[in-house]
């Protein structure tokens, strides 16, 4: 066990038991920089502040690992990490559910459909 911003070694240990290739992985993470329930594909990229898949990319030594974000909103800058790690207010309830859903949606739509599908699908700008 271990915390999520040192997910690359456990993540790591996992891929070498399946023996899976980073590119095969899809990491679901949260997004400050999407709002409150957007999803957003990326097939490779930097890890955009986020300290766990910086984990991920540290440790496979690749940005090319698929993920998909899930947005939780702006936090203001001195609070991050409570905002992170608080609960969501009452009325963003439903924004989040909705956005897990679909989440649980596009997830599976990449792994039966591949990335590059799930991105054209997904990646529209939604009615929130």
Same mark, same amino acid.
């Given at each position: 066990?271990?915390?999520?911003n040192?997910?690359? +070694?456990?993540?790591?240990?996992?891929? +070498?038991?399946?023996?899976?290739?980073?590119?095969?992985?899809?990491?679901?993470?949260?997004?400050?920089?999407?709002?409150?329930?957007?999803?957003?594909?990326?097939?490779?990229?930097?890890?955009?502040?986020?300290?766990?898949?910086?984990?991920?990319?540290? +440790?496979?030594?690749?940005?090319?690992?698929?993920?998909?974000?899930?947005?939780?909103?702006?936090?203001?800058?001195?609070?991050?990490?409570?905002?992170?790690?608080?609960?969501?207010?009452?009325e963003?309830?439903?924004?989040?559910?909705?956005?897990?859903?679909?989440?649980?949606?596009?997830?599976?739509?990449?792994?039966?459909?591949?990335?590059?599908?799930?991105?054209?699908?997904?990646?529209?700008?939604?009615?929130?």
């Amino acid at each position: 066990m271990t915390y999520m911003n040192r997910s690359g +070694q456990p993540l790591d240990a996992v891929a +070498q038991f399946y023996k899976v290739e980073p590119g095969e992985i899809l990491v679901v993470l949260d997004d400050l920089a999407l709002p409150l329930g957007r999803i957003r594909f990326r097939p490779d990229g930097g890890s955009g502040g986020h300290n766990g898949l910086e984990s991920i990319i540290m +440790q496979f030594a690749t940005e090319n690992i698929p993920r998909l974000r899930v947005g939780i909103g702006a936090a203001p800058r001195e609070e991050t990490v409570d905002y992170v790690l608080g609960k969501f207010f009452e009325e963003e309830k439903p924004l989040v559910a909705s956005g897990v859903d679909r989440a649980v949606a596009a997830a599976k739509w990449a792994i039966d459909n591949g990335l590059v599908s799930a991105m054209n699908t997904f990646n529209k700008v939604e009615e929130l």
